[in-house]
């Protein structure tokens, strides 16, 4: 019998918060839900400036405009978060939306950092050095731990974007674990041949942006897509978004939870999915490109 599971199929559910209107809606829409359902999940939040809206300078590129039109961005994000920071600093959201995201742990949420700035990670990730990542994971942090009053127990860097460098750069902190890849198990990360002692347990399963109007993926047939996915003896874990599952598709991610729970699927947070670490394998860290998403993504190197 798997590691990950033991007669019940579960699923590692984690809910990224990227932008100030995704913490100020759609973080409390999605805690009601999962409290009607009775389910607690892992929270990622960016806590810093709202920048996001600067990523509409990338619809020169070709790749990104269609990744935009074939998901009906507008529609989906909203025109607030995608010109959110354009022309001048986006609002810290940390500092305005503290108390939503203590309310999130509250109820019983896993907490966990995801990014001070999401838009400058993942465009400039590749040019920063080990002094900004550093500092960049301190100014978060050190904000997050100021609303919890405690600091993040685990972390997932934006967009997937993650290198060696950042991954020594973690290793000063104290977390549980990271989820800063795809893959298909739970691992150890290896860097220059050592086993860092921080395991990643990656995302398995596509997110909506990635399969929406790609092979005939329709807000339809979306649930019955990603259910089809699942590994009844595997490690299955969802990364879903404040601003989409929690806004624009939030009827959609709640008919989710019933199909699922009616094949008899429970949700956990990630930290729930950690049981004997000495099972865990080791594997180094690589980037590749994936179907649906534009340029690199941090992977587990042992999945082809």
Known sequence: MSRYNHGV???????????????RFGVPNLGKLLAEFGITASFFFSVGPDNMGRHLWRLFHPSFLKKMLRSKATKLYGWDILFKGVFWPGPVIGEKLGPMIRATAEAGHEIGF????????????HAM???????????????????????????????????????KEKAAFPFTYNSDCRGKSIFFPRVNGIKLSQ????VTLPTYDEVIGRKGISSHNYNEYILSLLQPHGLNVLAIHAEVEGMTCLKTFEQ????????????SPLGGLLTDVSQFECSP????TIPGREGWVSCQATVS
């Open 9 to 23: 199929m579960k699923i590692g559910l984690r809910i990224d918060v990227d932008t100030f209107r995704g913490t």
């Open 114 to 125: 995801h990014s001070w700035d999401h838009y400058a990670w993942q465009r400039h990730l």
């Open 129 to 167: 050095s080990s002094d900004v990542i550093h500092d960049t994971f301190k100014r978060g942090i050190a904000l997050l731990a100021t609303i919890l009053d405690r600091p993040p127990s685990c972390s997932a860097v934006p967009g997937w974007k993650c290198n060696d460098q950042v991954l």
């Open 199 to 202: 395991p990643q347990i990656p």
């Open 256 to 267: 989710f939870l019933k199909q699922a729970q009616s094949q008899g699927a429970t949700f």
């Open 285 to 288: 860290m690589i980037p590749k």
